[in-house]
């Protein structure tokens, strides 16, 4: 049998060169796994809207600034709440956008915060208020799923389940309002920026009491990052911190929260001594 030593080494040669052209395509890619940041949460505005809108939030656009000057893709998606902290927890996405440490302490957080969330109660009748857990005994209250609440609340909502309606899924927070409107719940909880804001794009600012807050529930939010991702997590936290402080020192900061009727927390909350 005769062997064709001219084909064997074109075959050869023909091979090398895919290669060498596959390699050389990968090496000049412009962007690579490592290079991209997932970010996922539920609708919550205004922390984060509609992928892609010209209001995604002001947390996925302090993301999108910091990030992208250091060479980071930034890829913004909405899943429901569970989803997107099993999604971070596991390492399939990078950061969840408004977490608190007590909520996920298995989480990698920044040293910075992402703003301030108070516990604060809304109701559409003005002869009830918030003064405490037992306010909520003689109405019904509306709540979102996998949302970080107080553990007297969720006690609660496992003692009294009747006393209590519980959403999920994308835009829960926008339907628990209609809710309201609708006269199906009584009483939503909810952080005063995240209802404020639903209730002005609703036309409901001026039907929606604000009835009384949990002083005792105040929280600071942050983004939470992935502990399955590490060290890369930690590295994204560090950029992160640096990221917002020169955003801050800068004044880029509070031009970005003006487009969406806020101010600093920071500075508001020293303002005023606390909130």
Known sequence: MEIDINLFSRTRHQALCLVLCLLALTASSPATAQERVLVVSD???PYNGTPGSS?????????????????FEVEYRRLPRKRAVADVRSGRADILIGATRSELPD?????TPLGHSDLCFFTMDNGWSFTGPE???????????????????????ERHPGRFHALHGEDASVRLLAML??????VIPGSRAVIGYYA?????????????????????LFFGLSPANMPRSRLLADILDKGVYTLRNTGQLNHLLIKYGLKDWVKARQGKGGD
């Open 43 to 45: 609708t919550w505005m």
């Open 55 to 71: 209001r995604e939030g002001y947390a996925v656009e302090i993301l999108r600034v910091v990030f992208e000057r250091h060479g």
């Open 107 to 111: 989480f990698v957080f920044p040293k």
């Open 135 to 157: 306010s909520l005994e003689d109405v019904v209250t509306g709540y979102v799923q996998g949302h970080d609440y107080p553990q007297w609340f969720l006690e609660d909502v």
């Open 181 to 186: 409107a609708e006269k199906r719940v009584q």
């Open 200 to 220: 002005q794009q609703a036309d409901l600012k001026d039907r929606v009491v604000l009835a009384g807050c949990s002083r005792d529930d105040a929280r600071e």
